[in-house]
C-alpha cells in the first residue's frame, strides 16, 4: 500500500447483492480496486468488507475530494450501514470520514 | 363468512400493494407471474394491460409524475423482466418514485438457465435505487413494504423486486403485515426530517445571497420532486432575482415573473444562458449540473460562487464545487432559507442588484424569442405568422403565401399552449419537439410538463400519457411526439383503444430522426447517415385502425381549427402535423463549448 491507494472499511447487510453493488459503484465512478477483503460477522448477520481503491490517475491534490465523492456514492447503498475512509500514511492512520446510518 | 386462515404470496402482494394505497397497476402477464395474475382476478385492484412491458412500465412512470404517488409496474420472468429496464432506467435518470415487481423462475429452478429465466437483479443493479428477490415467503412483507419505502424516501428512484413463481404460490398464513408497513412509513418520516446544515449555514447563506451582486436561481427537478413550489415562489418573490431553470423544472417559478429567464443549457434561451455566465452567486435548488445544462463544465457560470441546496450528498461536489452545501428536503430547507432571507433583507437595505436586474431584463428583452413575448391569450392568428428563424419573408409574399405556408412547430405549440388549460399535462417523446416544448409552452407547475431527460428515451410519450390520464382523469393530457418516437412505443395504441383513454396525441412529422439530422447537417458534414425516415407508415391510418379520430394538416392555416377539433373531441384523437425537414431548434450550444457561444442559424 502506498500514497495513492485509500483504504474503507464498510459494514453491510449480509445480502447477496452487497458485494456486487459495491463493485459496480467502483467501477461505474471509476476507482480502480487494489484490493478487497471480505468477512462475515454477527453471527453472518453483516459483513465486514474493507476495500482498497488505487488513485493513481488521480492528482494528489484531488484524491481528498474524489474519496469523498466515493464515499458519498458508497453511503447511498441502502444495505451498507458504515464507511469508513482510512487514508494509511507511513505508520499514522488518519479517519478521513465517517458514516452512520443514512438513507437516501 | 368466515375469513380466510391462509392466503397464497401471490395474495398478500395484493394486500400489501393495497395498504400501501396502490389502486393501479399497469402490466402484462406470462407464465413466471401467474399465480399473481390469478390473484389479480379477485383484487379490487385495477390492472391495465399494457401491449409490451416498457409501455406498463413508461405508463407508472407517468403515472407517478402526474400524480407524485409511487407507480407499480409488472412483468413476468426473461424478456418480460428485461423489457422493464429501459423505463425503469429512466426512473433511476430522473427520480421517480417507481417499483417495479417481476416474475421469476421457481426457487429449485434458479441459476440452471431456466426457460424464461434471466438474472434480473444483476441487470438491475445498475439501474435501481435497490432490488430485492424474495427466496423465502417470510421475507416478502419486509421487502415489499421497503421497496415502497426506498422507493419514495429521500431523493426517489425505482425498487424491482423479483418473486418467484413458487414462493408466489406458498401458502402463508393470514397474519397482519401491518407491521412493517408501520416501520416502512416510519421510515419515510425519518428520511424526510433530515437535513443537513444549521441554522448558522442558513444565515451564512442568506448572506451571500444579499451580499451578491449578481445571483441567480438554478431551478432543478428537484423543487418539484419534493413539491415545494409554493416554498420556492415565496423565495423568488422575496428575494426578486433572476431564475433560470432546468427541463425537469419548467413550471416551478411563475412563468410570468418578470425576472424569470427561461431554460437554460444547450437549448436554453440567450438571455438564461448569457446571465448565467455572467452571475456571481448560483443559488441552486435541486439540480445537478447536468451536462445538457452546463455546456462546457469548465467554462459554466466562471464566476459565480456556488450555494448548493439537494436531498442528495453525493450530486454536491459531484460537477462543481459547493461554497455552501445545504443537505437535506427542500420542503424542509426552502423555509429555513426563506426565514433567514427575510431577517436580513428586513436588516438592510440595499441596492446593490439594481444593475443586475436591469441588465437582465435587458436580455431578456433582446433575446427571447419573438414568439414568448405574446401574452398568453387567444389570439391564434398572431402567432402562426412569425417564425423564429431567420429566414427573411417580404410582406407582401407573406401575405399571399399564408395559406399556403408550411406549418412552423413552434408556433403550433405555443399555440396550443395558449388553448390549454393551466392543469393541463404535457407528455414528450425525445428530440426535436421535445426541445420545441419546452422552449414554447408554458406550464404552472413541474408536473404538468413529463418529459425523458436524464436518459432522453425515445417511445416515452404515448405510455406516459396514459399512465399520466389514468392518474388524472379530470386533466387534459396531450402527448407531442416526433415520427420516430411515435413507431417505438407505438403497440400502445391498443392501450388506449382498450381503455378509451382520450390523450391527445401531436405527431410533429418532419420524416427525419429530426435532432440527430439537425447534428450531423451541424457537425458531420451534411452526412445523413441512417436518418430518413420518409418511408413512415400513414399515421392516421395506423391511428384510426385503433379506433383513434385521426386527421393530418399541412399549411399554417389549418392549425387553429384542428387545435379545437382535436381539443373539444371527447375521444383519443391523434393530430399528424407535417413540417419541413430543414426546421431546426435554436439556440443551440455545441459540444465542448461553453454557454455564452450558442449557435443561432446554420452556418
Redesign the interface.
Known sequence: MNSEDFAIEILADNQPTVLERLLQVTRFRGYPVSGLDVKTTDEGANLNIQLIVNLKECDEPSRANEMQKLFNQLSKLFDIKHVNLIHRRLEKRTLVANKQTVYC | MKKQKTMTGAQQVLSILEKQGVTDVFGYPGGAIMPLYDALYDSGIKHYLCRHEQGAAFAALGYARASYRVGVCMATSGPGATNLLTGIADAMSDSVPLVAITGQVATKAMGTDGFQEVDI??LS??CT???F?VKDIKQLPEYLNKAFE?AQ???PGPVLIDIPKDIQMTEVLNHDSSLHLIEAKK?IE??ER?SAGTTMLFGQAAEMIIAAEKPIFYIGGGVGLSRSVAELRDLVDMANIPSVETLKALGSVNFEDSLYLGMLGMHGTKAANLAVQESDLLVVLGARFDDRVTGKLEGFAPNAKVIHMD????E???RRKADIALIGDLKTTLPMINKEVDKQFSVIKISNKDEWRSRCLDLKKRFQPEISRAVLSNTASLLSTKPLSTKPLDDKAKELNKLKETIFAPALLRELSGRLRPDAIVTTDVGQHQMWVAQTMQFDHPSRLITSGGLGTMGFGIPTAIGAKISSPRNTVVSVTGDGSFMMNIQELATIKRYQIPVKIVLIDNARLGMVRQWQELFFNRRFSETDLSDNPDFVMLARSFGIESKTITQAGEVSEAIEEMLECKNAYLLHVKIDALDNVWPLVPPDTANDQMIEKTA
Open positions: 437483479i444483476g443493479l445498475a435505487k435497490h432490488c428477490q426506498i424516501s429521500g431523493r421510515g425519518k428520511a433530515q436531498i442528495d450528498p453525493a454536491v461536489n459531484k
